[in-house]
């Protein structure tokens, strides 16, 4: 849940990467849950929300991956 996160830099993104990565090839998933609007720039800039999903709510996700 991403509702409290302000900011993030080029290691925030590097660390969403690679955590992407390891919990794929363990067949889970990453969604990123109520990113704020500064946040979610960011995610769409750096394009990372093309392969993590993004949600406004926990049930939402649920969902989704059902």
Same mark, same amino acid.
């Given at each position: ?13 590097? !660390?969403?990467?690679? !955590? ?47």
């Amino acid at each position: 849940d991403l509702n409290e996160c302000t900011e993030m830099d080029s290691s925030s993104i590097g !660390l969403l990467s690679n !955590l992407y990565k390891r919990v794929k090839s363990k067949n889970g998933t990453l969604a990123f849950i109520n990113p704020s609007k500064m946040v979610m720039e960011i995610l769409e800039n750096t394009k990372i929300v093309t392969i993590i999903p993004n949600f406004q709510s926990v049930d939402e996700a649920d969902h989704f991956f059902d």
